[in-house]
């Protein structure tokens, strides 16, 4: 059964950091892509950030591009979402889902408050 | 970036009815489009790919149909499940990925 379990979540304040991790499990982790896709409170689905397989790609949406850092560990299975000088704005649920031809396997989402 | 629309933004049905949403792109993006359905506290859940394919395990009154920029996803006969906000998303030309702002389907 494939999972993915993100954790790192909390509040924090603005300016400051916070690091994502996903677990992943149940299939072959070194063979997709990864997406980080976030959601504001009563708001829509917002892309952040993707990861091809082998690190060799790698995306940002604008929001959060020169803040923020996606990297991943296929020996680990995981996927993680550095997060640095963090704004009020970033404040949502962080989902990692599997790339594919749309995301096929989206965790539970870690929710992000930044708020002083 | 191409930008995604949706309508309606929102609207009310009756378990029975047959429910149509409409995804416009802003360039065409061929048949590169997702529907996603998500509930109140929930991952999103992937619906259709492809424009048209229904993914594995979803059931068979959830139809998606178009190509270029104009796409709808069509609900056959709503089901009490499927009270949702549904989001459709291009992965023709990214980044950026982007996602239509939703429509929420809720109980007449």
């Known amino acids: 059964e494939v999972q993915l379990v993100e954790s790192g979540g909390g509040l924090v304040k603005p300016g400051g950091s916070l690091r994502l991790s996903c677990a992943a499990s149940?299939?072959?982790?070194?063979?997709?892509?990864m997406n980080w896709v976030r959601q504001a409170p009563g708001k829509g689905l917002e892309w952040v950030s993707s990861?091809?397989?082998?690190?060799?790609?790698?995306y940002y949406a604008d929001s959060v591009k020169g803040r923020f850092t996606i990297s991943r560990d296929n020996a680990k299975n995981s996927l993680y979402l550095q997060m640095n000088s963090l704004r009020a704005e970033d404040t949502a649920v962080y989902y990692c889902?599997?790339?594919?031809?749309?995301?096929?396997?989206w965790g539970q989402g870690t929710l992000v408050t930044v708020s002083s | 970036a191409i930008r995604m629309t949706q309508s309606p933004s929102s609207f009310s049905a009756s378990t029975g009815d047959r429910v149509t949403i409409t995804c416009r792109a802003s360039?065409?993006?061929?048949?590169?489009l997702a529907w996603y359905q998500q509930k109140p506290g929930k991952a999103p859940k992937l619906l259709i790919y492809?424009?048209?394919t229904l993914q594995s395990g979803v059931p068979s009154r959830f139809s998606g149909s178009g190509s270029g920029t104009d796409f709808t996803l069509t609900i056959s006969c709503l089901q009490s499940e499927d009270f949702a906000t549904y989001y459709c998303?291009?992965?023709?030309?990214?980044?950026?990925?982007?996602f239509g702002p939703g429509t929420k389907v809720d109980i007449k």
């Open positions: 360039q065409g993006i061929s048949s590169y």
């Open positions: 149940g299939f072959t982790f070194s063979s997709y892509s």
């Open positions: 998303q291009q992965y023709y030309s990214y980044p950026p990925i982007t």
């Open positions: 889902a599997r790339d594919g031809e749309g995301s096929d396997y």
């Open positions: 990861i091809s397989s082998s690190s060799s790609y790698i």
């Open positions: 492809a424009a048209s």
